[in-house]
């Protein structure tokens, strides 16, 4: 599969187009702002869009989602602790096909109840669970240190090392990482007991 990372609005949110390169079906993560730039890729590569997926509910990961099912037709992937406007609920362990692509759903809450990865093909898609150097911040609604300490280290730890990591914000100094690289470089990945984690997110 083919990555599109395109880096939209003042929160320096990524929004993902996925492409299958057998059948140039795709998927879009996470529509905010500056559509345009997703339209041109869509029209760019000729792309069929077959689900918008969100990563959580948080505005600046959905705020492109009406806009983009108008444009493309395509029904709305969410968690099941979503309570936003979606059509299509999926829950820990769910794949999500496009083309000859598959991403497999895990269930990662901490940053909000309704958090996933998207893991497949050699690539994970982190949302706002995981990012370059750093984790999603737990003082929103929803937000629970403990859930995401088991989220990082009862799921995310375990992945194979050689993951290449798509974050939902460019907040690290670089845009793309792997699992392996964050477990030694992120502060967040240190082994480290419930309490310890809980103490450090203060």
């Known amino acids: 599969m083919i990555v599109h990372q395109i880096q939209v609005g ?7 187009i996925v492409e299958d390169e057998d059948t140039s079906e795709s998927i879009i993560i996470d529509p905010s702002w500056d559509l345009i730039e997703l339209e041109m890729v869509i029209k760019e590569k ?63 809450p901490g940053h909000s109840k309704d958090s996933i990865c998207l893991i497949g093909d050699g690539k994970i898609f982190s949302g706002d669970t995981l990012f370059v150097g750093n984790c999603g911040r737990i003082d929103l609604p929803g937000g629970s240190a403990k859930e995401l300490y088991h989220s990082l280290f009862d799921v995310l730890y375990s992945l194979d090392d050689n993951l290449v990591m798509y974050p939902g914000h460019n907040y690290g100094h670089k845009e793309t990482s792997t699992i392996g690289q964050e477990k030694i470089t992120n502060m967040v990945m240190q082994k480290r007991t419930e309490q310890q984690f809980l103490d450090m997110m203060g």
């Open 10 to 16: 003042n929160m320096q949110n990524f929004c993902y």
């Open 46 to 108: 000729n792309l069929k869009i077959k689900y918008i997926v969100n990563t959580h509910h948080h505005f600046d990961h959905t705020l492109g989602n009406e806009a983009m099912v108008e444009s493309t037709k395509a029904p709305i992937i969410q968690h099941e602790n979503s309570e936003l406007k979606h059509d299509i609920t999926v829950k820990d362990e769910d794949v999500i096909e496009f083309g000859n692509s598959k991403l497999q759903v895990l269930h990662t």
